[in-house]
């Protein structure tokens, strides 16, 4: 189709090349989040699905932040930057 309008120029060809386009995409999105579902409903049986589609998702990041901001302070530091890390999470997650 695309080396068709390519071609001819023709602009019935470009409209059914957009509507192909929208197609494709919505099919595409669908298709993800039923997978995302069924990860979400597997997750008990099955953990190591999950686990690596999280992986997958990090872009082999396995670093520190480069620096981060807690609202108050901005930091560089990797020791502060884990010690932000800790005082967020204590705060958050109460015995």
């Known amino acids: 189709m695309l080396k068709r309008f390519k071609k001819y120029n023709n602009p019935m060809d470009e409209i059914e090349l ?8 919505r099919i595409t999105r669908d298709a993800y989040n039923n ?11 099955n953990p190591k699905a999950f686990w690596t589609f999280l ?9 520190y932040p480069a620096a981060m ?4 302070k901005t930091s560089t ?11 967020y999470f204590a705060s958050v997650y109460d015995d």
Not at 18 to 25: A, H, K, T, Y
Not at 35 to 45: D, G, S, V
Not at 77 to 87: L, Q
């Open 18 to 25: 957009r509507v192909l386009g929208n197609r494709s995409n």
């Open 35 to 45: 997978y995302n579902e069924n990860l979400e409903k597997q997750i008990q049986k």
């Open 55 to 63: 992986k997958s998702k990090r872009n082999n990041s396995n670093s």
């Open 69 to 72: 901001n807690n609202g108050v």
């Open 77 to 87: 530091s990797e020791v502060e930057i884990c010690n932000m890390f800790s005082s």
